[in-house]
């Protein structure tokens, strides 16, 4: 595939520029005349300079909310789609999004789904908002659609938020509590080492042993790094097979205090999830296999499969999450009174805010907690390699 950069004319005479990726310049010129552009200028580049490279997501959770809740906005607004596809594209700051809404807009033009040609950036457009938006266009709810994804995005990424702010000074301290060993063992300790070996006294074992770990981090830093690594590499890797990504997620759920926060925070999400789905009117069956696929804990993955089972069985929802110690009282409670009532999305949004609430309250406990903690255990490792270098001097001040 070759990348070119054209210059064309659309039916209405204005000049369009862009890239576009194809076998070759026959085959770009066809494709760029099914979007009804007329080319007058294309020119070969480099794919290897040209190609679009970024780290992590492309757009960032709040440039995606705000997009959301504007794109609905406009159409709730009685701008036609095209339109707000049009004025999105111009206002928008994020580079990633705004080249694909404006290709998104030409296939618009040319009669091809807004979801269809949304799918074409699944690293952008998520599963679930494309299948929501499918389903919009089916039923003739576009406007309700988004409306219920702005609002669902927008409290996705308010619970992200609040699971970031909970875990980012742990993650911090943790961090400076490693910079500044490494900066002891290896600037400050090999001071003091020269000088205890020109004393030529003998040394204290627990001394030695901090000089001796002081000795490998400087000649051996390099085979640490490598370690760590490949620790991390394996990690990835386990998590990618099915049996030991359970484990792991298992294990990570029954961890005390910080289990627990784990736990509500996916079962807040679980339950946003479904009761957007089922308000958008998705059938159950096909709301609980999008919000399976929406959950990265494979414990709640494996409860949310059997709960499909359930319902095609003609039973319960909840009956599968009864017996889990995943899953509160609360949950299957709420629940079975949904499904007597006809109400489920409304009983589901009621529990997503009782977790959303419950999720505000164990972050700030979380870190009212872990704060001490991480500061004792800094003190603890700086307090341990200054020992280190009082006690020997102590013995040389009293042969004095």
Same mark, same amino acid.
């Given at each position: 595939?070759?990348?070119?950069?054209?210059?064309?004319?659309?039916?209405?005479?204005?000049?369009?520029?862009?890239?576009?990726?194809?076998?070759? #310049?026959?085959?770009?010129?066809? #494709?760029?005349? *099914?979007? /009804?552009?007329?080319?007058?200028?294309?020119?070969?580049?480099?794919?290897?300079?040209?190609?679009?490279? $970024?780290?992590?997501?492309?757009?960032?959770?709040?440039?995606?909310?705000?997009?959301?809740?504007?794109?609905?906005?406009?159409?709730?607004?009685?701008?036609?789609? &095209?339109?707000?596809?049009?004025?999105?594209?111009? *206002?928008?700051?994020?580079?990633?999004?705004?080249?694909?809404?404006?290709?998104?807009?030409?296939? =618009?033009?040319?009669?091809?789904?807004?979801?269809?040609?949304?799918?074409? $950036?699944?690293?952008?457009?998520?599963?679930?908002?494309?299948?929501?938006?499918?389903?919009?266009?089916?039923?003739?709810?576009?406007?309700?659609?988004?409306?219920?994804?702005?609002?669902?995005? #927008?409290? *996705?990424?308010?619970?992200?938020?609040?699971?970031?702010?909970?875990?980012? $000074?742990?993650?911090?301290?943790?961090?400076?509590?490693?910079?500044?060993?490494?900066? &002891?063992?290896?600037?400050?300790?090999?001071?003091?080492?020269?000088?205890?070996?020109?004393?030529? @006294? #003998?040394?204290?074992?627990?001394?030695?042993?901090?000089?001796?770990?002081? *000795?490998?981090?400087?000649?051996?830093?390099?085979?640490?790094?490598?370690?760590?690594?490949?620790?991390?590499?394996?990690?990835?890797?386990?998590?990618?097979?099915?049996?030991?990504?359970?484990?792991?997620?298992? !294990?990570?759920?029954?961890?005390?205090?910080?289990?627990?926060?784990?736990?509500?925070?996916?079962?807040?999400?679980?339950?946003?999830?479904?009761?957007?789905?089922?308000? /958008?009117? !998705?059938?159950?069956?096909?709301?609980?296999?999008?919000?399976?696929?929406?959950?990265?804990?494979?414990?709640?993955?494996?409860?949310?499969?059997?709960?499909?089972?359930?319902?095609?069985?003609?039973?319960?929802?909840?009956?599968?999450?009864?017996?889990?110690?995943?899953?509160?009282?609360?949950?299957?409670?709420?629940?079975?009174?949904?499904?007597?009532?006809?109400?489920?999305?409304?009983?589901?949004?009621? =529990?997503?805010?009782?977790?959303?609430?419950?999720?505000?309250?164990? /972050?700030?406990?979380?870190?009212?907690?872990? @704060?001490?903690?991480?500061?004792?255990?800094?003190?603890?490792? !700086?307090?341990?390699?200054?020992?280190?270098?009082?006690?020997?001097?102590?013995?040389?001040?009293?042969?004095?």
């Amino acid at each position: 595939m070759t990348m070119y950069a054209y210059k064309a004319r659309n039916t209405e005479g204005k000049i369009v520029k862009g890239k576009i990726e194809s076998p070759n #310049e026959r085959e770009a010129v066809l #494709e760029l005349e *099914q979007l /009804s552009l007329i080319v007058f200028q294309l020119n070969t580049l480099n794919t290897a300079l040209y190609k679009d490279i $970024y780290i992590g997501k492309p757009v960032k959770s709040k440039d995606f909310v705000l997009f959301l809740r504007q794109f609905s906005t406009l159409i709730e607004s009685g701008i036609l789609l &095209l339109d707000a596809l049009e004025i999105l594209s111009n *206002q928008l700051d994020n580079k990633y999004l705004k080249d694909a809404l404006e290709t998104i807009a030409l296939q =618009v033009r040319e009669g091809i789904a807004l979801s269809d040609a949304m799918s074409k $950036y699944p690293a952008i457009f998520p599963e679930l908002l494309i299948n929501m938006i499918k389903s919009g266009e089916a039923s003739g709810r576009l406007d309700d659609v988004l409306k219920n994804m702005a609002n669902y995005y #927008e409290k *996705q990424h308010r619970l992200k938020q609040k699971v970031s702010t909970a875990l980012t $000074y742990p993650a911090v301290v943790g961090t400076m509590a490693i910079l500044i060993t490494v900066f &002891l063992l290896v600037f400050i300790v090999p001071i003091f080492a020269d000088m205890f070996t020109s004393f030529g @006294e #003998e040394l204290p074992a627990y001394t030695q042993m901090v000089l001796n770990l002081s *000795q490998v981090v400087q000649q051996f830093w390099w085979m640490i790094l490598i370690a760590v690594f490949l620790l991390y590499y394996l990690f990835k890797e386990l998590r990618k097979r099915e049996q030991t990504s359970f484990l792991i997620d298992g !294990v990570l759920l029954r961890i005390p205090v910080v289990g627990m926060f784990i736990q509500k925070s996916i079962l807040a999400r679980m339950t946003q999830t479904l009761s957007s789905l089922l308000n /958008s009117s !998705v059938p159950i069956l096909q709301a609980v296999d999008i919000t399976t696929n929406v959950m990265n804990n494979r414990v709640v993955k494996k409860v949310l499969q059997e709960s499909k089972q359930s319902l095609e069985r003609g039973e319960s929802l909840a009956a599968p999450m009864k017996n889990h110690w995943m899953f509160p009282d609360l949950i299957t409670q709420m629940i079975n009174v949904g499904e007597s009532s006809g109400a489920l999305d409304e009983m589901l949004h009621k =529990v997503a805010e009782v977790y959303d609430q419950e999720l505000e309250e164990a /972050s700030d406990k979380l870190q009212s907690l872990i @704060e001490p903690i991480l500061i004792v255990f800094l003190a603890a490792i !700086v307090g341990a390699i200054v020992l280190s270098i009082i006690i020997p001097m102590f013995s040389l001040f009293e042969t004095f």
